[in-house]
């Protein structure tokens, strides 16, 4: 068995089974579907709990100063590869047009510029189709925050490498045991999602962002200046 049969074994029945077998099947299927169904909610609800209880403080403060910096004018950045560049995208949407009532906040996904994205790749490098945008347009009040599954993407380093030069906050998403990111001193909040499966990873990174607007949102509806920025003067 191979291929696409070999990921889903029980979607499949044995070459020699009898005729008249195809309601038993069918049962089975169902069964195994739904037996995998809950073992997967499961997973993920089990790490979501895990991952908020042990960022908890730190959710808070990287919301202060989420706030903090567009208090000031600033504006968010969100990047990242593949299933993560989609994930930008909704960092975005939800920044700029929340589904609550208020005005929207200024958050622009350098991954939905197809001609940026493609002229950087062609022309210099994908590993800088991500920071020579910042490089461009960015300021020390805005804010970069980066996805990626693995923590490992070049790409994604390079622009918290540069959004450090440029003085912004970074604010970075990994999985498994948080990788070079975890390495790298350019993020000043980082949340890993310690797992080793990409789904549940991205799921909980997906939790870990809109709890992070709400926060955010939260603190700029309270009166009284939002707290200090990291690094910024006192």
């Known amino acids: 068995m191979t291929g696409f049969e070999a990921l889903y074994p029980f979607l499949y029945p044995p070459v020699d089974e009898a005729p008249g077998g195809d309601d038993a099947r069918e049962r089975e299927v169902f069964a195994e579907v739904r037996r995998s169904t809950r073992e997967k909610v499961a997973e993920i609800a089990a ?36 299933g993560s560049s989609t994930d930008a995208q909704g960092v975005a949407a939800m920044f700029s047009a929340p589904e609550h009532p208020g005005a929207g906040l200024p958050a622009i996904a350098l991954t939905a510029d197809v001609a940026v994205l493609t002229a950087l790749s062609n022309d210099v490098s994908f590993e800088v189709v991500f920071a020579r945008p910042l490089a461009a347009a960015g300021r020390p009040v805005d804010i970069a925050l980066g996805l990626s599954t693995s923590g490992n993407s070049l790409n994604v380093l390079r622009a918290f490498g540069e959004a450090r030069r440029q003085g912004m906050l ?11 990111m975890a390495e790298a001193d350019v993020v000043d909040h980082l949340f890993v999602m310690p797992s080793s499966s990409v789904h549940r990873i991205q799921e909980a990174q997906t939790t870990v962002y809109q709890v992070l607007g709400e926060l955010t949102r939260t603190a700029l509806s309270r009166p009284g200046p939002p707290a200090r920025r990291p690094g910024s003067p006192g």
């Open 47 to 82: 790490l979501r709990e895990r991952v908020l209880a042990t960022y908890a403080d730190e959710l808070v403060a990287c919301a202060r100063a989420m706030a903090a910096a567009f208090a000031a004018g600033g504006r968010l950045f969100s990047f990242g590869n593949g």
């Open 170 to 180: 970074t604010v970075g998403l990994a999985g498994y045991d948080g990788g070079r």
